[in-house]
């Protein structure tokens, strides 16, 4: 059954259904991407809904100008709505942090704040200042040495929009009433409030920006998320987890984007996002855009790196 004013939940289609298994898409994936793209369109985002419908199936194919090797790796459409992009943002961020995320004794702590009809820009911007100023506060600043947050938001058709924080915290303990009580304070009312071990440290980076299936059927929900989002930071490190990490930058959109999909068939890197030969080491490497269905299968793979940065042969 579809509601009125919904996209119908999409089958998949042509080459991507087809290269599932080869492409390492599982069927939700594929279903989810079917979706993004159809709300994209649905919502006049003509240029957003091309690269979402590449990512994960076209093929970025490099040939070193001084070896005259071959190498590729998958076309990314750098969305931050993309859930596929939103796995490796958060994987790479994970990386980034993997030291931090090592040592004992972290908390996650969860703090909400009441739910809305509307999600806005500056919902996501007074949560952000929120919960600075209750960090500012001089029992916490004592407490909580440094950490990691990002921001979530889901939807439910009866309360509507739902924007809460998800903090890793390296500090010492704060009974949860003292913190509910502190951040009552701060957002005038806010009640729910939750903290305890971070079994898991990675799963915070994993709250990215992922929307429900139900937002993206929905084109005026989807609409309003994408305009909330836009120039929106929704991660960022704080205290001594700042030093020389790259914070998640406002309207990151993945670092993976190519840009030239947009102008041109082909084009010279002359090592742009880290690219070099990974036999020779030259940084001169055309690239070139290939379709789903062309062969790949004589080409050798790359991935990103251990840190997240550059490209290595897959295997």
């Known amino acids: 059954m579809v509601i009125p004013g919904e ?17 390492h898409l599982s069927l939700r994936q594929t279903t989810r991407h079917r979706l993004l793209e159809v709300a994209c369109r649905a919502c006049g985002l003509y240029e957003h809904a091309d690269r979402v419908e590449r990512c994960g199936t076209w093929h970025v194919v490099y040939e070193c100008v001084d070896c005259g090797r071959k190498v590729r790796r998958y076309f990314r459409c750098g969305d931050r709505l993309c859930p596929e992009c939103a796995r490796a943002r958060a994987d790479r961020l994970f990386r980034e942090y993997a030291a931090e995320c090592a040592r004992p004794g972290l908390k996650h702590l969860v703090l909400t704040v009441p739910s809305t009809r509307h999600i806005t820009r500056q919902a996501y911007a007074k949560l952000r200042q929120q919960f600075t100023r209750l960090r500012h506060r001089k029992r916490f600043a004592a407490a909580w040495r440094g950490g990691f947050y990002s921001i979530e938001a889901t939807y439910s058709p009866r309360y509507g929009w739902h924007i809460h924080i998800h903090v890793l915290l390296e500090g010492d303990y704060v009974p949860q009433a003292e913190i509910a009580a502190a951040w009552r304070e701060e957002t ?20 990215i920006l992922k929307p429900d299936d139900a937002v993206l059927r929905n084109p005026r929900l989807f609409g309003e998320l994408v305009e909330a989002v836009k120039g929106s930071r929704l991660a960022q490190p704080f205290g001594t987890w700042s030093g020389n990490h790259r914070a998640e930058d406002a309207g990151d959109d993945g670092g993976d984007y190519d840009e030239g999909l947009r102008h041109a068939d082909e084009r010279l890197c002359s090592g742009a996002g880290g690219m070099v030969c990974p036999y020779c080491g030259s ?27 550059g490209w290595i042969l897959d295997g």
């Open 188 to 207: 005038g009312g806010a009640e729910v409030v939750w903290i305890g071990a971070a079994r898991n440290p990675r799963q915070v980076f994993k709250y």
């Open 7 to 23: 996209i119908a939940p999409p089958r998949a289609r042509g080459a991507r259904a087809g290269l599932e298994s080869r492409l």
């Open 283 to 309: 940084k001169r490497m055309w690239s070139e855009y290939w379709p789903a269905e062309a062969d790949v299968s004589g080409i050798p793979l790359l991935r990103r790196g251990d840190n997240g940065t």
